[in-house]
């Protein structure tokens, strides 16, 4: 059963591990799932202001304090889920909204125990993390080889994100016990673990990472041909380590980088075909089967092409691309 966290007999060893890394204490080195229930730090947690409140989504982005500290806190409405449907149907109260012909709307309210908010904390945030989770005007920018060395490198190296998160990753300090599967090798070698988006309750949002060990490619700016064995490894052990664990098939997985990416270590996202992940779009995400195919075509194909991606109107790399009179200051 493929659209479940359920799975077949022989799988059932990792099933279960798949069980023990939710129900993990959430301590550092541990940040798994279903966690002991853990006092509720929210409830200090002074609002600021609403960054984006998506209905579509069913997800609000809330920027305020927390003891002190500036904090971002985004509440996520989860998937209903197959699995919890039967409990969900039997054990709700139903409360009747209108009733018209044939049509009736009710407000069905579940037991709390299936009823939960993934809730994403960012403590201390800075003000590149309010501005990424801003609703805002995006513009589409054009960057050519050129571009990326007088505009955005410098850039890069002067104000992206900490990727601290990443080497806690890589060196077994944050999120050991989540790896789904592992390659050790300092040149073609990476981890493959659950994305922080993913609340690994159901399978239809499935969305996991692979972050490579190697500490020199950015983005995929600076792949090159030489990349390839990295980028194939990636692919076919990602691809084994998913169907492994969780029973979902190459052929439902999307394989993608982000051009640009938030944080420029090189990762590649796994998510399920099915859901409609947030940054899947063709503005800013890059098959990596796609991308392997070009840089065998072009082995310097991602050096000297010209680059579209989407930038917000508030983005400081915007700016410096309006400042070049390479976007509109429209
Ligand atoms: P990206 O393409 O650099 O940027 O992807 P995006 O966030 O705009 O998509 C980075 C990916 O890493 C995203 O999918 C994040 O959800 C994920 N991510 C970010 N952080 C800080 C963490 C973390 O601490 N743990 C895990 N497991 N994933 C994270």
Redesign the pocket.
Known sequence: MADSLKRSDENQEESNSSKKLKSAPATDKN?GGDGPVQQNILANFQIKSVLRDSTREKTIFIHGELEDKEAIVILEKTPIGQDTLPDMLKESTLELKMKNDIYSTYTLIPPPRINDIKSTV?CPATQKHVK?YQAQDVFLVEETEEDYRSITLPYIESQSFSVQ?VY??LEKK??AD?IVCEDPDPKTGFVL?????WDMNQLEDL?L?AIVHRRDIKSLRDLRAEHIPLLENIRKKGQEGILKRFDVPACKLRVY??YQ????HL?V?FTSLSHDA??CSVERAHLLSDVILNLKADPLYYQQRPLTFPLRADDNLAAKFRESGKLPSC
């Open positions: 940040s960012i990424k998160w806690n990753i944050a999120e989540r673990l659950p994305d922080f988006k969305y990472i980088l982000h990416p938030s944080y420029y990762h996202h947030p940054g």
